[in-house]
């Protein structure tokens, strides 16, 4: 299974090309794909037309939503971030940090361009999609 994060999302739907949404395009329909409850507010807040969000929103609810956050999984990001602040590393968004460790506890790949999660990758196991 590979989770999605907004990131890739919102470059896929504006048409970017990188290699994650080359990796999205190719994998969709034929790999197991998730995203999360808090990818999709990020996501569809973004859209100016409600044309637009209805498309995003029929394409990503062909993928398997997750929720992001639980007590246990909170308690667990808030000891993520503390590690890598530790080492001098400061996530700059909360919902990273809950996606990252969402991914750890489930050891789900994550299919992401945002910098923060590179920490998670190198110092606490987070698999990164394109990576694996």
Known sequence: MIF???G???DYFNGTATPQTDYLHDILGRRLVC???LV???VLQGFDRDRDVEQARRLMSLVEMITVSSPEIALQA???YRTLRAKGITVRKTIDTLIATRCI??????LYSDRDFD???EHLGLRSALAA
């Open 4 to 6: 999605v994060d907004s």
């Open 35 to 37: 995203t999360g409850d």
């Open 105 to 110: 506890a489930d050891d789900i790949a994550l």
């Open 78 to 80: 808030a000891a993520n």
């Open 119 to 121: 920490a998670f990758a």
């Open 40 to 42: 999709l507010v990020e």
């Open 8 to 10: 890739i999302w919102i």
